[in-house]
């Protein structure tokens, strides 16, 4: 399917904010599923915006603005092809799938969700990791409301709801416990109707196959709907903005995000 | 990339007087062609006060006094010392940009400009006669093309090069634009009743003033549709003096030009923001909204572009 993405992200601040700077992970890189036909990162502001990739691999948009904003609007467009390979991911990997056994603070398990996830029937990683993702999608509702983007994985266990972060963070959290690497995709998911379509899900390594992509949120590996940004340990690694300025007081923030099958080329 | 403002400067204006008498030249061969039909057929008497006005000199033109007669208007366009945008005027000014900054350019693209500029400077003055208009307007345009090619083929992708390629599309838009207003009462929107003949040779005029005759009946196999005149020349991406085409080597040329500092400034944003306008629209929305106001909307975007990129680029 070729995805087509148009996202703008406006901050706006109180009082004029110094010192802007953003870090945005939001443009994809091709792999063996995806292909980016074309992709533009704006940022409506002066100053110095650098692209790089991080240590993941991602591509990281440094900017850096030359004056005090009030505002700062990023507008993020461009069209990707995804086809469906059942989830399998095979890219470049900077890493040894072992580092993604590491669990920063959001994906550290708690007793109970260690318990949870040892629970899962045993038998091959593959078999595993669907079973995981089944009982995980019983376990959890969907909830906007219940968690925020810093809630960790085992308090949204404990609260049984949230949203597709906390989806991921569990499913990882539970993956690595049972010693399986696994990781945190920031994305977008191409729909149909009118939701926003920022979208995370995980990847989980399957030896003998690879990595492999969970969406636990809606019991699915991931095809050709979802388009893969970024990875990460956890939401922080991958997340698709972060920032920072001196004042600027409260901080207003609206997002419009829309991914959708790109319509045919205009002929007539 | 590392270059002064003032070689940045000239070179931009380099690349917009070259493409400027090129646009020029054509004007007149087209408007020549139209002109010489026989008004039972479609030609036009008005011909040639619609070529000022494309050329948007119709003011200057006015202040000589003259009558608006073929051999007049032919002068003006052409080698007027009193018209800044005379073919000749243009050659003069993309020379001597180009002379400022010899250096940044090649030699083969140094010579195809100053080459041109002396044949050119041949025809200027009470030498100049009607006869030898088309010799003049082949020249120049051989000469255009000679520059374009000698860039293309032996100039470094570097700083100069994206000056140059910059000012000529930012031209280009121009020019485009100014054509499609002055013929935009001809512009009608799809299902309106086609006109005879006349307009009919006015659409013909209009394609071949921007090169555009051969490309629109490969693209669209069809007699000469208004509306569809408009979208080529508006939103088709593969017509290359299309407003959409040169936003987008625009916005091409100024991320190359900013890509080694990363400083982004108001020239990218204008850009930016001018070429989503053009994605975001088509052409049935551009008749409901009025191609009058859409045109004039597009010009005031353009000029506001060219003073972004003095502002960036300290010129």
Not at chain 1, 190 to 217: I, K, M, N, S, Y
Not at chain 1, 228 to 252: C, F, H, I, S
Not at chain 2, 73 to 96: I, Q, W, Y
Not at chain 2, 213 to 233: E, M, Q
Request: net charge neutral.
């Amino acid at each position: 399917m070729r995805i087509r993405v148009d996202h703008a992200t406006t901050y706006g601040y109180e009082r004029p904010a110094d010192g802007v700077i953003q870090a945005l992970r939001v443009q994809p890189r091709d792999h063996e599923g995806q292909r980016v036909a074309n992709w533009r990162v704006d940022v409506e502001a002066d100053g110095v915006l650098r692209a790089r990739q991080d240590a993941f691999g991602n591509w990281l948009h440094l900017f850096a603005a030359d004056q005090p904003l009030t505002s700062l609007t990023v507008r993020v467009v461009g069209e990707v092809e995804v086809r469906d390979m059942s989830g399998v991911v095979r890219t470049a990997e900077p890493f040894a799938p072992g580092v993604f056994l590491r669990a920063p603070p959001l994906t550290l398990p708690d007793p109970a969700l260690q318990a949870w996830a040892a629970e899962t029937p045993p038998g091959p990683v593959l078999d595993r990791l669907h079973g995981l993702m089944a009982r995980l999608h019983e376990r959890l509702s969907f909830d906007t409301q219940a968690t925020t983007v810093a809630t960790a994985a085992s308090e949204a266990f404990t609260h049984a709801a949230g949203v597709c972060q906390d989806y991921a963070h569990i499913f990882i959290a539970s993956a690595r416990s049972l010693g399986i690497p696994a990781r945190y995709v920031s994305g977008h998911l191409a729909r149909t109707d009118a939701q926003e379509a920022a979208h995370a899900w995980a990847e989980a390594f399957v030896p003998d196959l690879g990595w492999v992509a969970f969406d636990a949120a809606n019991r699915v590996c991931a095809g050709e709907t979802h388009l893969r940004v970024a990875v990460g340990l956890d939401y922080l690694d991958a997340a698709p903005m972060r920032g920072a300025r001196r004042g600027g007081g409260q901080e207003t923030l609206s997002v419009a995000v829309h991914a959708r099958e790109a319509r045919l080329q205009r002929q007539d | 990339m590392q270059m002064l403002s003032r070689t940045a400067a000239s070179l931009f204006w380099t690349g917009r007087y070259i493409e400027r008498a090129d646009f020029m030249c054509r004007l007149l061969d087209a408007t020549a062609r139209l002109a010489s039909l026989p008004s039972t057929y479609g030609g036009d008497p008005t011909a040639w006060t619609g070529a000022l006005s494309a050329a948007g000199v119709a003011d200057a033109f006015a202040a000589t006094g003259l009558e608006p007669s073929e051999a007049a208007v032919t002068h003006f366009l052409a080698v007027s010392a009193d018209n800044p945008s005379s073919v000749r005027h243009c050659l003069e000014r993309a020379r001597g940009n180009a002379r400022a900054v010899r250096t940044a350019l090649t030699l083969e693209a140094w010579e195809a400009l100053n080459g041109a500029w002396h044949e050119v400077d041949r025809f200027a003055g009470p030498r100049f006669t009607q006869g030898r208009m088309g010799e003049l307007v082949e020249t120049v345009r051989r000469a255009v093309l000679a520059f374009d090619g000698a860039a293309h083929r032996t100039m470094l992708r570097g700083g100069a090069y994206w000056f140059l390629q910059l000012g000529a599309a930012v031209e280009r838009a121009d020019n485009t634009a100014r054509l499609l207003d002055v013929k935009y009462h001809l512009l009608l929107p799809r299902d309106e009743a086609v006109g005879g003949s006349l307009d009919h040779f006015q659409w013909v005029t209009v394609l071949r003033t921007v090169s555009a005759n051969t490309a629109y009946r490969w693209l669209y196999r069809d007699t000469v549709k208004p509306w569809l005149v408009a979208d080529l020349l508006i939103f088709d991406s593969r017509m290359p003096r299309s407003l959409i085409c040169c936003y987008a080597e625009i916005v091409e040329r100024l991320d190359q030009l900013t890509h080694g500092s990363g400083k982004r400034g108001p020239a990218n944003r204008t850009a930016v923001t001018i070429l989503r306008q053009l994605q975001d629209t088509d052409i049935d929305k551009v008749f409901a909204a009025g191609v009058h106001e859409f045109i004039g909307r597009f010009l005031a975007d353009n000029a506001r572009l060219g003073a972004a990129v003095a502002e960036q680029f300290l010129f």
